[in-house]
């Protein structure tokens, strides 16, 4: 038997925290997908060596912390206004590396204009978008992505389309437009998924290094405290009911 | 020729400093009666020459987000907009104010409320002056009376907002913006390096580098103590504000015996009544603030120990009043007179009422 001081040797370590991801301890609730996608987002800053190049702008929602986790510069963006912001600052700072990271409320409520006006004006950003189905920072209220009779605190027995509209397909609608260059979508409930998502941030940020237009990685996630389930069903749940309306892969890849 | 005089509107002497001064980047929606100012940057086309940024966004709502991305990066931004859109920016502004983001907001003042009328107003003081957004902030507001003032208030204001770190408002109005008049600009200096700005705003999100903390951008603070040590420390920059950066101007005060107070195209009007009156042997002064916040209060104080009554004439049903009722906290009486929804008063009207408020009250 190998004492554990003989394990944590450094020639023994097969992986590591990246040191682009702070020692901050996440607030995120167990089962979160932010917190895995965080992680992944930070690795990809490392691996491509942009970490003095990036600016991040965070949402409002449960993602408002984005800046304690990772270690880039951050602008902390009024509620919807995200692209807007990154806007300002791509258009002023065109070599740094700038990216959005938002959830559903955020993007495709509150923030429609901005996601819709940025994308179709082709801003060289990468917009990251965390879609779970609800209003997870406010405590569980129904979101523009909530689908059909899914419950939420604001439609208790279930999302009615005669009263409360339709779920918004979001990316759907930007892979429209011709100033978005890639729109995929991608989840993290699966260590393969995970590699998944975190190719197509690096290749998100790719296309921004070759100044292509704006790329969309939105990430179809669990909220196991809004949804009012444990991790392990709020995955389940996801698997079956989310995927087949928000059907993950690329929506556009030029 | 020694200097270079031109003959512009106020919106135009806007747009030429903004360039010469080396302004990064303008981001605005257009609105009458100040959309000249964006037009004549996208015709003089300064990506080309400066390398300044001029983009219309989407809605004034983007736009003055676009202020904050571009401001915390610690580059010189504006936008320009009038009533309608600057209620809209109210959101951006307190987040900017917040967040201690530099940048200039210019509001050519229209008619309200509502869609109202596009005619020149002074009714937006209150929103300017008091805030606008939710929160406890303030911004400092410039009253520019010429399409002089317009063109020197652009470095003015840049100079504050970085000196301070807080959003500046040229507080004009559509006479100011749309009237004609002779101009000298200011003379031309380049834009910031990457460099300089490292070193003027340490607090810029130009990336980080391994060698300093990240900086972050944000008005958030959760915990209750560390917000109100926050609001603290903004009352302590604006109390500073009041200490060091009033401004105003006096015609035939030394001495009155009467006092108007009017800013911006209220002011020109009223400099025309204080000459009629003195014509007449009526000793009016005319105290002419330039900057609305902070307001001159001491010296309007000051003033009210000689005359034996004030009228503070706006386009406005009487906003700045308030401000200057509180500078004299009871000492003479103040009274306003105004006009509304786009009229502007002429000189032998102000008279009158001086005549039958101020001399015959
Ligand atoms: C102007 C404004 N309206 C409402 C709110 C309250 N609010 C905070 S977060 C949020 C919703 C966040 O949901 P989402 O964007 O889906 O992100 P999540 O928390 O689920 O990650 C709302 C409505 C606010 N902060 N600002």
Partial sequence: MLEINDIIKPENLVYGKT??????????????????????????????????????VAPVGCAVFAYNYIDIDWHEAAHGRAPAVATGIKRLLPEKMVFTYQGDGDLAAIGTAETIHACNRGENIVIIFINNGIYGMTGGQMAPTTIEGMPASTCPFGRTPERDGYPLKMSEILATLPGTCYVTRQAVHTAAHVRKTKKALVKAFENQKMRKGTSIVEVVSTCSSGWKMTPVNANKWMVDNMFPFYKLGDLKNE | MGEDIKLMKGNEAIAEAAIRIGV???????????????????AKQPWDTTGMVVLQAESEIASINMLYGGGGCGKKVMTSSSSPGISLMQEGLTYLAGAEVPCLVVNVVRGGPGLGTIQPAQSDYFQAVKGGGHGDYSLIVLAPASVQEMADHVKLGFDLAFKYRNPVMILSDGVIGQMMEKVVLPSAKSRWTEEEIKELNPWATLGKPKTRERNVITSLKLQSDEMEEHNHKLQAKYQRMKEEEVLFEEFNCADAQYLIVAYGSSSRVCQKTVEIARDKGIKLGLLRPITLFPFPSDRIYELAQQVKGILSVEMSAGQMVEDVRLSVNGKVPVYHYGRLGGMVPSPSEVLKAVDEKLIGG
């Fill in chain 1, 19 to 56: 040191p682009v991801l702070t020692d901050s301890v996440m607030h995120y609730c167990p089962g979160c997908s932010h917190g895995v996608v965080h992680k992944i987002l930070a690795q990809v800053i490392e691996e491509m060596g942009i970490q003095e190049q990036t600016i991040g």
């Fill in chain 2, 24 to 42: 990064d980047g303008y981001f605005g929606y257009p609105i009458t009666p100040q959309s000249e100012v964006m037009e004549t940057l996208m």
